[in-house]
């Protein structure tokens, strides 16, 4: 039984979509979580909806991608609350279109929000865990960021950077008892994906063996394992909750 009881968790870009049902699948496993987005309006509405239902809850706005905000983010909580033992780095954006029509400012969107977010909070983060002696660090990157994918360029260098991230962060920081991990979703139902059309939706149900597109449900419950105790064993790996679509040797 996974259990996050004491335990105080953060996920970036948790407002909705995954980044929400990860925060709330934490909180049922007994964490007390902090909901965090670019809207202090969107992030006090679900904070809000957290409380109603029960659940520990704290709401506090950021960019991630701007290093002072993810600073300012961190030593709020941890002003608010002493300590900080789960992260997880979910916020993300697509600016999607073949590279001969990309425009840099898309490029350098991206980078910063699905990227260099990753490198801004787990900065802001290490010196408490590194006091802690112990922390859990999940990254949430993609398929797309190990297959590849047309229209993408940007989307997927940002998402591969990610995976080199957590491999030289998990071997830097181990000795010290934090794990640094990453999830790699593939096509999750999300306001993220409902824009494709239904032709690219059944391209897609063809390359997956389970046959269904994911729920957050699927990439949350991974997460909240990655996040207890039971994972302790674990770091600088990369996990596919994909239906099978990518099947690593
Ligand atoms: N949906 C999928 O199929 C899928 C597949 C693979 C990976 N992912 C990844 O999972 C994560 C969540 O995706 P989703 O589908 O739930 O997306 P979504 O668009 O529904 O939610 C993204 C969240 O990130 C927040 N956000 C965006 N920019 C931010 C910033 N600068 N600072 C703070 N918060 C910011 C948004 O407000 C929102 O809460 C992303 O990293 C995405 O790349 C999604």
Redesign the pocket.
Known sequence: MISLTDKVALV?????????TIAETLAQAGAEVVI????AD?CKRVADEFTAKGYEVLGIA????DPDAAQNLIKEIIAQRGELHIVVN?????RDNLIMRMKPADWDAVMA??LK?VFNVSQAVIRPMLKARSGRIIN?????GQMGNPGQTN?AAS?AGIIGFTKSLAREIASRNITVNAV??????????KNLSDDARQRLMDQIPLGRI?E?MDVANLVAFLASDLAGYITGQVYNVDGGLVMQG
């Open positions: 970036t870009g948790s407002t909705r979509g995954i980044g929400r965090s987005s670019r809207s969107d950021a960019d991630v991608s979910n916020a993300g954006i697509t929000v699905n977010s949430i990157t993609s398929v797309v989307y998402k790699a979703p593939g096509y999750i139902a999300t306001e993220m994906t994911g957050p």
